[in-house]
Every structure is written in C-alpha cells, then in structure tokens.
C-alpha cells in the first residue's frame, strides 16, 4: 500500500518554464488537494477537488493549473514558472472528517 | 470565520522534560482539531485528532491533546521528550467535511531538544 506518492521529489526550472507535479493515490479517497508551504507561512491550498472531474481554488490558486481525470490521479500544472513558485508542494488526500490527511512525501521546487 | 494560531514558533526542551506546544482556534462551527508532526524533509503524519468525542485526545509517540472549548485552546503535549521528537508541529482545524477547503493549518511550532 503505497498511500500517497509524489514525483519527482526535487526539480529546478527556469523562469518561463512550465511543468507538472504527479500525485497518485491508491487508497480511493475522493478528496485530494495540493498545498504549498513556504517558510513561516504554513501549509497554504492551491487546489483541490472532492472527485473524478470535480476541481476547485483553494487560497493561492493563481499561476497553477489542476484536473481530475481518475480517482487516482491528481497532477498539478505549473504554465509559466515564476521565482515565487519556489516551494515545497505537498498533496494530501482525504478520507472522511474523522480520518485526517495523508500526506505525500513532497516536492521541493526550485524557479531559478 | 476560522482561524489557529500557534503561540510559540519555536520552543527548545531538554530530553527527558515535559513539551507543551500551545494552538489556539476560533471557529464558527463545532471544529475537528488536528495535530501534525513534519520531521526534516518529510511530509506531513497525523499525530492525534479531536473530533467531538472524548477531550483528552492521546495520538502516537506518546503525544496527547487536551480540547478545552472555554478556552478554544488544544495544546499538545508530552510528559517527556525524546531527541526523535525533534520535528515541526502543526495545529490544524477543519469545520466540516462538507468544506474540507477550509480546513485552515497553523503557521508551525519548531521543536528542539536539547540532549
């Protein structure tokens, strides 16, 4: 049981560039979602969806984009890479409200 | 509106002393609580969670969290640490699943432990 997997674990991009984060689950969890969280700030929501075909903003949605093909599957898009897009991207799925997240193991982003 | 604040974001112990990292909440709705624990290079792990039934709450690695309402406080805490509890700690609050977009993370509590 893999949980939640993310690749590729580290990246550098230039500036302009564009790029998309995996994320895969084998747990069939409806809801999933992308985080990014930067020093002192926290964990802040890009996007999310609570299923196949079903997307929606979080916080900081703006320069990324998202979709939900399969329940499995929830890749985050970046379209044009700025420096302020250096981050750590985490997915996380949700099981139900009594559960919690499980988190992936991350993806450290580096916009040069 | 919701919010979580923790008050401490760094706190240094020594091993074998008592932790307590404090997480204040303000929420409209009868919240779910969560505590995270984040080591180095890591993601995020689910430590203990509160969701309306006892308020003691005890998670792993000894940890446990006590849900005062009148207080709208849920700090964590540990009788004794350990130099393996060296981490990152995150106090979450979730006011629904039906808005699970809400679900709102605090800033984080460093955690270091002196030997």
């Known amino acids: ?109 580096t916009v040069v | ?16 002393t008592p932790v307590l990292l404090r997480c204040n909440y303000s929420s409209s709705y009868s919240p779910s609580l969560f505590w995270y624990v984040q080591h180095p290079n890591k993601g995020l792990q689910l430590l203990l969670k509160y969701t309306s039934a006892a308020t003691l709450v005890k998670g792993i690695n000894g940890f446990e969290a006590e849900f005062k309402k009148s207080e709208t406080s849920f700090h964590l805490t540990k009788p004794s640490a350990h130099m393996s509890d060296a981490a990152e700690y995150f106090c979450v609050v979730s006011p629904s699943y039906s808005s699970a977009s809400k679900i709102i993370f605090g800033s984080g509590t460093r955690l270091s432990i002196r030997p």
């Open chain 1, 1 to 109: 049981n893999a949980g939640v997997t993310q690749t590729p674990k580290f990246q550098v991009l230039k500036t302009g560039q564009s790029m998309t984060l995996q994320c895969a689950q084998d747990m069939n969890h409806e809801y999933m979602s992308w985080y990014r969280q930067d020093p002192g700030m926290g964990l802040r929501l890009i996007h999310y969806s609570v299923g196949a075909g079903i997307t929606d903003q979080g916080e900081v949605p703006n320069g990324y984009n998202v979709s939900r093909s399969t329940t499995e599957d929830f890749p985050l898009r970046l379209l044009s890479a700025a420096p302020s897009q250096t981050s750590v991207y985490f997915c996380a799925t949700l099981q139900g409200p009594d559960y919690g997240y499980t988190f992936g193991s991350g993806t450290r982003l």
């Open chain 2, 1 to 16: 509106a919701q919010s979580v604040t923790q008050l401490d974001s760094h706190v240094s112990v020594s091993e074998g």
